[in-house]
C-alpha cells in the first residue's frame, strides 16, 4: 500500500498544452517536495511546499500544497519538450521522506 | 563541487555474491540515505544516517548494510544478493534541515 499516491501514472500530451497531476495521501506531512527526474539520472527538487495552501510558482510550473496538508498538485502551463520526466512527490515523515510512484509525462513536438 | 557520487554505475552480480555500493559527498551534509528504486514503486528508503557513525534502518533495510565512518561516505554493502534487490539504487544528501535533498546518479544492479 501506498503511502502517496500519484495520478495520472502517465501523461502524454503535445507542447503547448496544459496538465496538471496530483500527489494524494491521508496522511499529513509536514512539507511535501516535487521533484522530476530524466532517464538515467538522479532525482532533482523542483520545489518544497510547507504551510497548507501554499502556492509557489516556478516558471511555468506552479505548486500547491493542500488546506490539510495531505495532498499536493503540479500544473504546467505551456508544456515543452523540455517537461517530460517523471514527476514524483515526497512527503516528510519525522526526518526521512516518503515518496509516490510517479508520474511519467511525454510532451510531444 | 561534485555534489553526490555514486560508484559504480552498472553492475551485475550471480546470487549469493557480495558487493560495496559507493556513495560520497562533498558538501558536509549531515543526512545521508539510501534509495532503491523499482517500476511503479518510487523510492524506497533502505537505510539512513543522520551523521558519522549514527545509521538507522528505513523502510527495505533486510540484506543491507551500512556504516558512516566520516561525514563524506555512506556506503551500502550487500551481504548475499538476491534476484529480488535487483533495482537502481540512489544515494541523498541534505543538510540538517528537511528542504533540500540532493540524488546522486544512481547504480543499476542486476543480480542473476
Known amino acids: 500500500t501506498q503511502l502517496l499516491e500519484q495520478s495520472p501514472q502517465f501523461l502524454s500530451i503535445q507542447e503547448g498544452e496544459n496538465l496538471t497531476v496530483y500527489c494524494n495521501s491521508s496522511?499529513?506531512?509536514?512539507?511535501l517536495q516535487w521533484y522530476r527526474q530524466e532517464p538515467g539520472e538522479g532525482p532533482v527538487l523542483l520545489v518544497t511546499?510547507?504551510?497548507?495552501?501554499e502556492v509557489k510558482k516556478l516558471k511555468r510550473l506552479t505548486f500547491q500544497f493542500g488546506d490539510a496538508r495531505k495532498d499536493s498538485s503540479l500544473h504546467i502551463t505551456a508544456a515543452q519538450t523540455g517537461d517530460t520526466g517523471l514527476y514524483l512527490c515526497?512527503?516528510?515523515?519525522?526526518?526521512?521522506?516518503?515518496f509516490g510512484p510517479g508520474t511519467r509525462l511525454s510532451v510531444l513536438p | 563541487n561534485a555534489g553526490v557520487t555514486q560508484t559504480p554505475k552498472f553492475q551485475v552480480l550471480k546470487t549469493g555474491q557480495s558487493m560495496t555500493l559507493q556513495c560520497a559527498q562533498d558538501?558536509?551534509?549531515?543526512?545521508m540515505s539510501w534509495y532503491r528504486q523499482d517500476p511503479g514503486m518510487g523510492l524506497r528508503l533502505i537505510h539512513y544516517?543522520?551523521?558519522?557513525?549514527?545509521?538507522d534502518q528505513g523502510e527495505v533495510p533486510n540484506g543491507y548494510n551500512v556504516s558512516r565512518s566520516t561525514t563524506e561516505d555512506f556506503p551500502l554493502r550487500l551481504l548475499s544478493a538476491a534476484p529480488s534487490q535487483t533495482s537502481v539504487y540512489f544515494c541523498?544528501?541534505?543538510?540538517?534541515?528537511?528542504?533540500?535533498?540532493?540524488f546522486g546518479p544512481g547504480t543499476r544492479l542486476t543480480v542473476t
Open positions: 541523498a544528501s541534505r543538510r540538517g534541515d528537511p528542504y533540500e535533498q540532493y
Open positions: 496522511s499529513v506531512f509536514s512539507s
Open positions: 511546499v510547507v504551510t497548507g495552501g
Open positions: 515526497a512527503g516528510a515523515v519525522g526526518q526521512n521522506f516518503v
Open positions: 558538501m558536509n551534509h549531515e543526512y
Open positions: 544516517s543522520v551523521g558519522a557513525g549514527i545509521t
